[in-house]
């Protein structure tokens, strides 16, 4: 290790400032959501298996929820445009305007160059968590996905309910399409439900057991036609391991939600990012 300088002590204590100030964020109308929620009604239901993933599509101005249904149970959660697969959840953008990880009022923004919100949080039964004494906290958006690339290169092995691969399989069976074709499409997630956190002293990416339990729910807004596929992840509750069949899994329920006629009267669906894409030319 590099001897430090004489003025190390004061290079650290130096104060962080905060890269993206989201003061000047368009803010949603959360009474007129909860207004609007509060006339909706039930319109449609998939039940993702442990260790599967299902596809559902959320149509702008209607909500789906997200629930866990017999025990403690992750899901890892993609999104697309239903009608361009191109413009697509992005999480670091999401984390780097919200933080590492996301609650009711904040927003999952899509990709460059759309860069608008796809979905508003606008419930969510564990927000009492908040940050834990490890500096864990739930509904991450740092993780990845569980993946079999990673699973071969750190072990060597062949590991196909992970969820990287189940929601290949399922946007692939969706969209009639090859797995080829298909995983292209699979990105970075917002992991339902994981508490994750960094490690103080190495800054590794850690996972203990969610606090979810049967009951618990996160619920969206959807800003815009939405393609979404969850996967009920093979490491159930995350308290251990993540890429394997030893821990117990249970399914999750997604629920989709159309408000009453009118009762979204002065909402619109977001338009694409403003930024006149010359790039300096």
């Not at 160059?113 to 906290?137: C, F, K, N, Q």
């Not at 990287?164 to 990105?187: F, K, W, Y």
């Not at 800003?223 to 596929?229: H, N, P």
């Not at 069949?245 to 979204?264: I, N, Q, R, S, T």
């Amino acid at each position: 290790m590099t001897n430090p300088p004489p003025d190390a002590a004061a290079r650290r204590a130096i104060a962080p400032v905060i890269c993206y100030p989201n003061d000047s964020l368009p803010a949603p109308d959360m009474p007129l959501l909860a207004a609007a929620r509060s006339t909706a009604r039930k319109t449609g239901e998939v039940l993702v298996p442990p260790r599967d993933a299902r596809c559902f599509k959320v149509p702008a101005g209607h909500f789906f929820r997200i629930t866990s249904v017999e025990g403690p149970q992750v899901g890892d959660l993609n999104l697309w445009n239903l009608h361009d697969l191109s413009e697509r959840f992005y999480s670091g953008k999401t984390r780097a305007l919200h933080g590492t990880h996301v609650t009711t009022g904040e927003r999952l923004w899509s990709s460059f160059p759309h860069l608008r919100p796809m979905a508003t949080i606008v419930a969510d039964t564990l927000d009492w968590y908040g940050i834990d004494e490890y500096g864990g906290s739930v509904h991450d958006v740092i993780g990845t996905r569980c993946d079999p690339y990673t699973g071969n290169l750190l072990s060597g092995s062949q590991y196909h309910q992970c969820c990287h691969s189940n929601l290949t399989r399922a946007l692939a069976d969706h969209l009639g399409l090859s797995l080829a074709e298909a995983e292209p499409a699979i990105h970075d997630v917002l992991n339902v439900f994981m508490c994750t956190g960094f490690t103080r002293d190495t800054g590794q990416y850690f996972m203990k057991a969610s606090p979810v339990r049967p009951g618990d729910y996160l619920e969206f807004f959807a800003e815009i036609d939405l393609l979404g596929d969850l996967s009920a992840c093979p490491g159930g509750d995350c308290s251990a391991e993540h890429s394997s069949d030893a821990a117990a899994c249970h399914p999750l329920l997604v629920e989709v939600f159309a408000p009453a006629k009118g009762a979204l009267t002065g909402w619109q669906s977001p338009a694409p990012n403003g930024y006149d894409r010359s790039h300096g030319r």
